[in-house]
């Protein structure tokens, strides 16, 4: 079951949902559009090494957009921050995103329970687009889960490697994994 406008509403009231900043008209039938922050970045080396630390390049969108090229992997990151207490948030582009060729993630569209911050958006382009900072981007759908039944929230986790994410994009963390 997806938590309708209404549900999403009343999930806010008791604190077990926070989006910040809350902007009523943003709140769909049954999800919460979310927008693209001030910030993108690039990792700066040709080659991504899965067992290394992959630098990145964080740079702010000017005023007059920026024009996302194909084939390039942008990390862009939301521009509110989010807590899901009692439900698994899953992040999904806007059909007007996916209909100028944009896509918001590669594979990470799911958050956990207790995941708090601002969502790393992996970002491509199938054509050169311009993007701006507080356009649309994509929209939060919620899925409630048996509370009683968490045994450790998210952001309790020993092993948990995108804690309190800021408004900054953040890179891969997968060298952190034991393989």
Known sequence: MILTDGQILEEIEKGNIIIEPFRRECLGSNSYDVHLGKKLAIYTDEILDAR???PIEVFEIPEEGYVL???ELYLGVTE?????????????GKSSTGRLGISIH???G??????MGSWTLEIKAIKAVRIYAGMPI???IYFPIEK?????PYNKKQNAKYVAQSSEPVGS???KNKF
């Open 106 to 108: 590669a594979t990470a």
């Open 69 to 71: 090229k194909p084939g």
């Open 52 to 54: 290394k630390h992959n």
């Open 110 to 115: 799911k958050g956990d329970v207790g995941f």
């Open 148 to 152: 009683e039944k968490l045994i450790v």
């Open 80 to 92: 509110e921050h989010t807590e899901s207490h009692a439900h698994v948030p899953f992040l999904e």
């Open 173 to 175: 963390m997968m060298f």
């Open 138 to 140: 994509g929209q939060l």
